[in-house]
């Protein structure tokens, strides 16, 4: 069966979602959302300078099943202010 738009944007909604939430529970604050256009299926975290990024991509795998090439698609970022 086909997805539809409507049904990849709820993915992504959940995944986002999820993902927020596994880091909520560990304690780390971040932002979490998804690539627009060509990385539509990128998921983007933004973490400060003092959260471990090693930490974050093993969470946000974990929770989100992704693995393979590129961290499954995952970045993270260190928020430079």
Same mark, same amino acid.
């Given at each position: 069966?086909?997805?539809?738009?409507?049904?990849?944007?709820?993915? /992504?909604?959940?995944?986002?979602? $999820? =993902?927020?939430?596994?880091?909520?529970? +560990?304690?780390?604050?971040?932002?979490?959302?998804? %690539?627009?256009?060509?990385?539509?299926?990128?998921?983007?975290?933004?973490?400060? /300078?003092?959260?471990?990024?090693? $930490? =974050?991509?093993?969470?946000?795998?974990? +929770?989100?099943?992704?693995?393979?090439?590129?961290? %499954?698609?995952?970045?993270?970022?260190?928020?430079?202010?």
């Amino acid at each position: 069966m086909e997805k539809t738009r409507r049904t990849e944007m709820t993915e /992504r909604i959940l995944e986002t979602k $999820t =993902v927020k939430e596994a880091l909520k529970e +560990a304690g780390i604050d971040c932002k979490v959302k998804h %690539g627009k256009g060509t990385s539509y299926a990128w998921l983007y975290i933004f973490i400060d /300078r003092n959260t471990d990024h090693d $930490t =974050v991509l093993n969470i946000a795998q974990k +929770a989100t099943g992704r693995h393979g090439e590129y961290d %499954g698609g995952i970045n993270v970022f260190r928020d430079l202010d």
